[in-house]
Nanobody, 124 residues
Protein backbone atom coordinates (compact mmCIF):
# COMPACT_ATOMS: atom_id res chain seq x y z
CA UNK A 1 0.00 0.00 0.00
CA UNK A 2 1.21 3.48 -0.87
CA UNK A 3 1.32 6.24 1.72
CA UNK A 4 2.03 9.90 1.01
CA UNK A 5 3.62 12.24 3.53
CA UNK A 6 3.70 15.92 2.72
CA UNK A 7 6.03 18.58 4.07
CA UNK A 8 6.74 22.22 3.43
CA UNK A 9 4.32 25.08 3.04
CA UNK A 10 3.75 27.89 5.51
CA UNK A 11 3.30 31.64 5.39
CA UNK A 12 4.86 33.91 2.78
CA UNK A 13 4.38 37.41 1.44
CA UNK A 14 3.12 38.01 -2.10
CA UNK A 15 5.92 37.50 -4.57
CA UNK A 16 7.69 35.06 -2.31
CA UNK A 17 8.49 31.38 -2.74
CA UNK A 18 7.69 28.16 -0.97
CA UNK A 19 8.27 24.52 -1.73
CA UNK A 20 6.27 21.42 -0.99
CA UNK A 21 7.36 17.83 -1.00
CA UNK A 22 5.43 14.60 -1.18
CA UNK A 23 7.22 11.47 -0.02
CA UNK A 24 5.92 8.11 -1.10
CA UNK A 25 6.34 5.27 1.35
CA UNK A 26 5.10 1.73 1.55
CA UNK A 27 6.45 0.73 -1.82
CA UNK A 28 8.27 2.39 -4.66
CA UNK A 29 5.81 4.19 -6.86
CA UNK A 30 7.37 4.56 -10.25
CA UNK A 31 4.75 3.90 -12.84
CA UNK A 32 2.01 6.41 -12.23
CA UNK A 33 1.10 10.05 -11.97
CA UNK A 34 1.84 12.31 -9.03
CA UNK A 35 -0.36 15.36 -8.81
CA UNK A 36 -0.91 18.40 -6.67
CA UNK A 37 -4.33 19.78 -5.94
CA UNK A 38 -5.34 22.65 -3.70
CA UNK A 39 -8.44 23.74 -1.88
CA UNK A 40 -8.76 27.49 -1.30
CA UNK A 41 -10.87 28.66 1.65
CA UNK A 42 -14.54 28.10 0.95
CA UNK A 43 -13.92 26.62 -2.49
CA UNK A 44 -13.75 23.24 -4.16
CA UNK A 45 -10.54 21.30 -4.55
CA UNK A 46 -8.79 22.26 -7.79
CA UNK A 47 -6.05 20.83 -9.93
CA UNK A 48 -2.60 22.46 -9.81
CA UNK A 49 -0.09 20.26 -11.61
CA UNK A 50 1.03 16.73 -12.22
CA UNK A 51 4.04 14.78 -13.38
CA UNK A 52 3.91 11.49 -15.22
CA UNK A 53 6.34 8.62 -14.85
CA UNK A 54 8.36 9.77 -17.86
CA UNK A 55 8.83 13.20 -16.29
CA UNK A 56 6.36 15.18 -18.38
CA UNK A 57 4.63 17.88 -16.39
CA UNK A 58 1.25 19.51 -16.87
CA UNK A 59 0.22 22.71 -15.14
CA UNK A 60 -2.99 24.56 -14.65
CA UNK A 61 -2.92 27.91 -16.41
CA UNK A 62 -3.18 29.71 -13.07
CA UNK A 63 0.27 28.48 -12.00
CA UNK A 64 2.05 27.99 -15.31
CA UNK A 65 5.38 29.80 -15.33
CA UNK A 66 5.39 30.19 -11.55
CA UNK A 67 5.21 26.63 -10.21
CA UNK A 68 7.58 23.82 -11.08
CA UNK A 69 6.95 20.20 -10.31
CA UNK A 70 9.61 17.50 -10.22
CA UNK A 71 10.22 13.99 -8.96
CA UNK A 72 13.49 12.42 -7.90
CA UNK A 73 15.27 9.66 -9.75
CA UNK A 74 14.10 6.94 -7.41
CA UNK A 75 10.59 8.27 -7.87
CA UNK A 76 9.89 8.26 -4.19
CA UNK A 77 9.54 12.01 -3.62
CA UNK A 78 7.83 14.68 -5.64
CA UNK A 79 8.38 18.40 -5.25
CA UNK A 80 6.38 21.50 -6.02
CA UNK A 81 8.42 24.69 -6.17
CA UNK A 82 6.16 27.72 -5.98
CA UNK A 83 7.53 31.10 -7.01
CA UNK A 84 5.95 34.52 -7.43
CA UNK A 85 3.18 33.51 -5.07
CA UNK A 86 -0.06 35.44 -5.16
CA UNK A 87 -2.79 35.99 -2.59
CA UNK A 88 -5.03 33.64 -4.56
CA UNK A 89 -2.55 30.79 -4.13
CA UNK A 90 -3.61 30.55 -0.50
CA UNK A 91 -5.03 27.06 0.02
CA UNK A 92 -4.50 23.67 1.55
CA UNK A 93 -2.34 21.75 -0.89
CA UNK A 94 -2.66 18.00 -1.39
CA UNK A 95 -0.50 15.56 -3.30
CA UNK A 96 -2.05 12.51 -4.85
CA UNK A 97 -0.95 9.48 -6.83
CA UNK A 98 -2.65 7.12 -9.20
CA UNK A 99 -2.42 5.34 -12.49
CA UNK A 100 -4.16 8.06 -14.43
CA UNK A 101 -4.54 8.48 -18.16
CA UNK A 102 -3.70 11.85 -19.64
CA UNK A 103 -7.28 12.88 -20.34
CA UNK A 104 -8.20 12.41 -16.65
CA UNK A 105 -5.27 14.05 -14.88
CA UNK A 106 -7.24 17.08 -13.77
CA UNK A 107 -9.96 15.07 -12.01
CA UNK A 108 -9.43 14.43 -8.31
CA UNK A 109 -11.54 11.27 -8.62
CA UNK A 110 -8.79 9.76 -10.78
CA UNK A 111 -6.38 9.49 -7.86
CA UNK A 112 -6.63 6.81 -5.22
CA UNK A 113 -4.09 7.88 -2.63
CA UNK A 114 -3.78 11.30 -1.02
CA UNK A 115 -1.41 13.12 1.27
CA UNK A 116 -2.53 14.71 4.50
CA UNK A 117 -2.62 18.25 3.15
CA UNK A 118 -0.46 21.24 4.01
CA UNK A 119 -1.39 24.88 4.41
CA UNK A 120 0.06 27.54 2.14
CA UNK A 121 -0.82 31.10 3.11
CA UNK A 122 0.14 34.10 1.02
CA UNK A 123 -0.45 37.29 2.92
CA UNK A 124 1.03 40.73 3.32
Amino acid sequence: QVHLVQSGGGLVQPGGSLSLSCAVSGRTFSGGVVAWFRQPPGKEREYVACIRSGGHTYYDDSVKGRFTMSRDNAKITSYLQMNSLKLEDTAVYYCAVGNVILSQIRRSESYNTWGQGTQVTVSS
